[in-house]
């Protein structure tokens, strides 16, 4: 079966415009492909979270939420790898490998293999290369407010109504294919 199909526009041009702010990472280059250590160790990566540091939010931003989407996924609506909610006002960075240490009172929501940590890249062997959308999202508001469990489809629709900017790193990869 081929996996042919359009290329997916970018996720982010289907929202409502926002000013941009600063995301830079340790770890990643915008543009470029990432470490082995950010794949997924089902496809034979590390699946760390990946070190992320951003500046020059807008005033009046209470929280944070910071995002990891795959648009170019083989389904009708992408892949979420990572998902955090409600990060302080006052953070402005996360090592690597935070998944697992958010600062209170952040939490992590249900990506879309089901689990509440960074799910690393996994494109199918021999797709195109994916890109891969980390998002910071400058918030209006403390707590996001979508419950302890929601899809992170839920997350991004509140995040229309209160996303005062957004700073955004692409980073691809793209499984060899196999035989």
Do not use: I
């Not at 340790?26 to 160790?41: I, K, T, Y």
């Amino acid at each position: 079966m081929s996996l042919d199909r359009p290329r997916a526009e970018d996720p982010y041009a289907k929202l409502p415009a926002v000013p941009s702010f600063q995301v830079v990472s340790d770890d990643l280059v915008d543009g470029a492909p990432m470490p082995l250590d950010h794949v997924d160790d089902a496809a034979g990566g590390g699946g760390v979270s990946p070190h992320l540091r951003w500046s020059g939010a807008p005033e009046g931003t209470r929280s944070y939420a910071v995002t990891c989407f795959d648009p170019d996924a083989p389904t009708p609506s992408g892949y979420w790898h990572w998902c955090v909610v409600d990060l302080p006002a006052t953070t402005t960075e996360l090592a690597r490998g935070a998944d697992a240490d958010l600062p209170a009172p952040a939490y992590g929501v249900r990506n879309d293999g089901g689990d509440v940590t960074y799910q690393g890249a996994a494109p199918p062997p021999g797709d195109v290369p994916h890109r891969y959308y980390y998002v910071v999202h400058a918030v209006d508001v403390a707590e996001l407010g979508p419950g302890r469990d929601p899809s992170p489809a839920v997350v991004s629709f509140n995040l229309a109504f209160h996303t005062l900017a957004r700073a955004v790193l692409v980073a691809t990869h793209q499984q060899p294919a196999q035989g």
